[in-house]
């Protein structure tokens, strides 16, 4: 399977913004932007002002390193929200946030989407009773997701009980740490999802 295995710190640097592809890191001093807040490269410094063009590509860059989604996945997702009723960007945003992996990470059961989707590959989730190990698995309204009973004392998992209190759970989602269990009230709205991006330029850059 494609992915990206070059370091994630590269990433945020090269999009001049934390995509917080390291759960705690990116939130420490140690976090590189922090430090070089510039993209990497000889000329990383000297950059000329981008275009309308560049501004269009390096959103749609940086929402799919955000969601950790490969290019033509993502162009797939693009073109599937094109076709339902309502705003195509909106529907790029809530077909992302649909993911497994992304659900496991805002319920709080992972400390990054990188270790989300590796708890989902390794076989931790149960979907409405049944085993899932595709972290693109894509979930409906009144879903049930919760982790396998035997991986239960996973360090993972231990943490999330015990740092569940600090952890903003996002409104579409119930989260019950007792049970290790995620119920999806329903797909998320534009005004639920928090992540930093101007869906519209992306929309703009695949119109053309």
Not at 15 to 29: D, H, P, R, V, Y
Not at 117 to 127: A, E, T
Not at 172 to 187: A, D, F
Request: proline share 5%.
């Amino acid at each position: 399977m494609a992915r990206y295995t070059g370091p994630d710190c590269k990433l945020c640097r090269r999009e001049k913004t934390k995509l917080f592809l390291k759960g705690k890191k990116c939130e420490s001093a140690k976090c590189p932007i922090e430090i070089r807040p510039y993209p990497p490269g000889e000329h990383g410094r000297g950059r000329p002002k981008e275009s309308e063009y560049q501004l269009q590509l390096r959103e749609k860059q940086k929402t799919r390193r955000i969601y950790g989604v490969l290019e033509k996945q993502f162009h797939r997702y693009y073109e599937e929200a094109s076709r339902r009723p309502g705003k195509t960007g909106e529907n790029l945003l809530q077909i992302l946030e649909s993911r497994l992996d992304n659900v496991v990470y805002r319920a709080g059961f992972a400390e990054s989407r990188d270790a989300a989707r590796q708890q989902v590959r390794h076989g931790h989730f149960l979907v409405n009773g049944r085993r899932v190990n595709i972290p693109s698995y894509r979930v409906r309204e009144h879903d049930i997701i919760e982790v396998r009973e035997n991986k239960r004392h996973l360090m993972p998992y231990e943490v999330a009980r015990a740092t569940h209190s600090d952890k903003k759970i996002p409104a579409w989602l119930g989260v019950s740490t007792e049970h290790m269990r995620i119920l999806v009230h329903q797909l998320p709205t534009r005004q639920q999802i928090d992540t930093l991006v101007q869906e519209q330029l992306i929309v703009e850059l695949y119109s053309k």
